[in-house]
């Protein structure tokens, strides 16, 4: 009967009864001797601060080093998530200011393993390292060392009011949320030969913000040296970033909506002394228009990705980017419709929707969705990567089409953010639904863990028993297409359909593609 109370337990919670954490190796650290936990022959340490609290006089500054301690620091529960006011699917875990703490998952502390640095999404605004589905088990099993961090968010991540320079004059200031990552990397870059990582051999990879993280941080100056390789999950691309002077502006409108609107000491000391609920209580009330994200502020970003990736600035590492059959499920999310993707086309939506009903009719509806998909993300995916493979570096673009055996009668395509379950594996998934896998979805599970690391280990996801994945360019565009009918690198993938969005891209910017 125990045994029988244990099985349903443990499948409520998604494990096997060999899952059950243990104690892990004896670690230590410059800061201090770790112990963490040990389950399914992967050693787990949780909860390391990679940074100083970001409280008080340190809110809204660059992060500060963080501090050590004495005895053994136990690092067997995740830490507090950065304050935010929506979770996206998973349960709300616990939140506070003092966030800035990083995980690591490793199959063997004596090892120099290649390092993955996951960069989660939730649109700058929501999510955290402590998401079940990031679970580091089954990529750790690869043969690789996995990271996940948080990292600051919304107003507290992303602020740009003018009392802040006056503060820190030496210090960028800003874009907290990416010097956050930059913080890090460069933990990582001391620390993780301690957990059998090789600090030169880092792959940072993320997902929908976080994959537009990856893309900040190769156009990141500051960020340059501390990875070697970079995975862009629809991660944009060739979408514009707020300007200094827009992000200044808005933060100026928010201090005079806190009795704060002056620029020096006085209006800083109100600033910090908010409570984070009504720093959230504003943000939750900003229009769906106003986006808080990262910046062009002269020091962490020069320049929006898109044109530094053009002109050859960017970190020189093999590169990977893609996205999913339907992107659209995140208009809701962004409070947009198919009518404000077809509106500004004008008189060209009939020339437009003849290039797009190649396969059929299509409603507006429909149409405005694969516009959307397609503008803002396998665009990017494909454009950023050409200007990689120009500058003589591998990449790699994939299109993630393939939907679980048992939601096909019921999910039209993959959403967005759908290909994490494949990368990080089930641990983390809805233990009903990840019950339903069949042998063919953890066939492309395996298959799409095996490429991801492959990557981090040589900057070529190709392997044994694998369909062959080519190197991608702009003469000669190459996707791989993990569909229901299987994995195939295919020609030329919607490249009529993409060149629309770079078109408006060029013009905006001025810019050109590579030829």
Request: charged residues 15%; hydrophobic residues 40%; negative net charge.
């Amino acid at each position: 009967m125990r045994r029988v109370v244990v099985g349903i337990v443990c499948a409520i919670l998604g494990l096997t009864a060999s899952a059950f954490a243990q104690p892990s190796v004896p670690l230590s650290i410059a800061q201090g001797a770790l112990a963490g936990t040990q389950e399914d022959g992967i050693d787990i340490f949780k909860n390391i601060p990679f940074a100083a609290p970001p409280v008080g006089s340190l809110r809204w500054r660059a992060p500060q080093p963080a501090a050590g301690w004495q005895g053994v620091r136990a690092a067997d529960t995740f830490g507090d998530i950065c304050p935010q006011t929506r979770y996206g699917s998973y349960t709300p875990l616990s939140q506070s200011e003092d966030c800035l703490s990083l995980n690591v998952w490793t199959p063997d502390v004596h090892a120099k393993l290649p390092v993955m640095v996951w960069i989660y999404g939730g649109a700058f605004v929501t999510g955290g390292s402590a998401n079940p589905i990031y679970n580091g088990i089954d990529l750790a099993k690869h043969g690789v060392v996995v990271v996940t961090f948080n990292y600051r968010l919304g107003w507290l991540g992303f602020f740009d009011h003018p009392a802040l320079a006056e503060d820190a004059p030496n210090e960028a200031h800003g874009n907290y949320g990416l010097m956050d990552q930059i913080a890090a990397l460069e933990w990582v870059k001391k620390n993780i030969a301690a957990f059998g990582g090789d600090p030169a051999n880092v792959t940072i990879f993320g997902e929908s913000a976080g994959g537009m993280s990856v893309n900040d941080l190769m156009a990141s100056t500051p960020a340059r040296g501390l990875f070697n390789k970079a995975i862009s999950e629809s991660g944009l691309g060739l979408t514009a970033t707020p300007t200094a002077q827009a992000a200044t502006d808005a933060a100026k409108k928010f201090g005079a909506r806190h009795d704060a609107p002056g620029d020096g000491a006085v209006g800083l000391a109100k600033l910090r002394a908010l409570s984070v609920a009504e720093i959230l209580a504003d943000q939750a009330k900003l229009p769906s228009a106003q986006i808080v994200s990262p910046m062009i502020d002269g020091q962490i970003l020069m320049e929006e990705p898109g044109v530094v990736f053009a002109q050859g600035r960017m970190a020189h590492v093999p590169y990977l980017a893609g996205s999913n059959s339907n992107e659209s499920t995140l208009m809701i999310y962004l409070h947009m419709s198919s009518e404000d993707m077809l509106r500004p086309l004008g008189d060209q939506v009939e020339a437009v929707r003849k290039i797009y009903e190649t396969s059929g009719p299509l409603t507006d509806d429909e149409l405005g969705r694969q516009i959307f998909g397609d503008a803002l993300f396998a665009s990017g995916a494909q454009a950023l990567s050409d200007f990689i493979a120009k500058d003589g570096e591998p990449a790699y673009v994939y299109q993630f089409a393939y939907v679980a055996e048992a939601l096909r009668a019921t999910v039209p395509g993959v959403g967005h953010g759908g290909e994490i379950p494949y990368v990080f594996g089930l641990r983390g998934v809805n233990p009903a639904l990840a019950s339903r896998a069949t042998a063919a979805d953890r066939a492309v599970i395996a298959q799409t863990q095996a490429y991801w690391t492959n990557f981090a280990k040589t900057g070529d996801p190709n392997g044994p028993g694998l369909p062959p994945w080519t190197t991608t360019s702009a003469s000669m565009p190459k996707t791989l297409l993990v569909s229901d009918d299987g994995t195939k690198t295919v020609d030329g993938f919607r490249k009529n359909r993409l060149m629309l969005s770079y078109a408006v891209w060029m013009k905006r910017t001025g810019q050109k593609l590579p030829n």
